[in-house]
């Protein structure tokens, strides 16, 4: 079907207006009341000792959530892209959970899981390893929030690569991990990488299933979003639109880093 030209400008105002409106403005206005007193007032505000300890905090969960994610990710999407067998669906469709389900139920299921009366809550009573309401628990909400992110980025670029280089290359005498990190790796290395970064974007983000875990004790077990959070119900405004401001910076750069990735792949394409 095609549009007039009346009908196509209009589609692209109402698209633009769209992400003017839901967009672009909140995000001006965050910005606009972060600098209006001063670079100097932003930068105090975020170098604080409970601001330090929270990125510190947040960049070491990444740290962790990502090579987890990594190293099982993509052994599960080889799975599914390699393999038929019964249950595979159902297996997609627990990947997908994180997905259709509130960050919230998350954190609630963990602590019937892991809390000190959960159906694991021995670890805490007996082995003295505190889940909830400590770095664990974090972790663990962050670990379930992501992980289909380099499985969705993989298994697609697994099934579109085919098993023929494979199968060359165990027929050649390549022993299966030879034939993953000289053939199999190689191929996927975009995908990983979108995964990745995704990864890190929604770690780092992540609100809903963090707090329900954390103890949200400044210093000890906040991240820069609980930060955030805190700041605001204790009347510092400022504090949340500075700390916005930093998440905001990280996700830009996340965002450039993903263009660069479209734009190196697109060079190799072609």
Do not use: C
Request: hydrophobic fraction near 55%; charged fraction near 15%.
């Amino acid at each position: 079907m095609t549009l007039s030209p009346a009908v196509r400008y209009l589609l692209r105002f109402l698209a633009l207006g769209y992400l003017l409106f839901l967009l672009v403005v909140p995000v001006g206005l965050i910005l606009w009341r972060t600098f209006e007193p001063g670079v100097g007032e932003f930068i105090a505000s975020i170098s604080t000792p409970a601001a330090i300890s929270a990125l510190r905090l947040s960049l070491i969960v990444v740290a962790i959530v990502v090579p987890l994610n990594v190293i099982f990710g993509v052994p599960t999407a080889l799975v599914l892209a390699r393999n038929r067998f019964r249950g595979k669906s159902l297996l997609q469709a627990v990947i997908d959970l994180p997905f259709a389900v509130s960050p919230v139920v998350v954190g609630v299921a963990l602590i019937l899981l892991w809390g000190s009366a959960g159906a694991l809550g021995f670890v805490e009573n007996d082995l003295g390893i505190k889940i909830i309401f400590g770095f664990p628990g974090i972790v663990l909400a962050s670990i379930f929030v992501t992980v289909p992110y380099v499985i969705r980025e993989v298994e697609p670029v697994l099934h579109e690569l085919g098993t023929d280089q494979e199968e060359a290359a165990s027929t050649l005498g390549s022993s299966a991990w030879q034939t993953f990190r000289l053939v199999t790796l190689p191929s996927i290395k975009w995908g990983l990488m979108y995964g990745v970064v995704l990864t890190v974007a929604r770690t780092l983000g992540e609100y809903g299933a963090v707090i329900m875990v954390s103890s949200n004790l400044p210093g000890i077990s906040q991240t820069l979003t609980l930060l955030v959070s805190d700041r605001h119900t204790r009347g510092n405004e400022y504090g949340a639109y500075a700390i916005s401001t930093l998440l905001m910076t990280v996700a830009v750069v996340v965002l450039v880093v993903q263009v660069l990735l479209d734009v190196r792949r697109a060079k190799l394409d072609t």
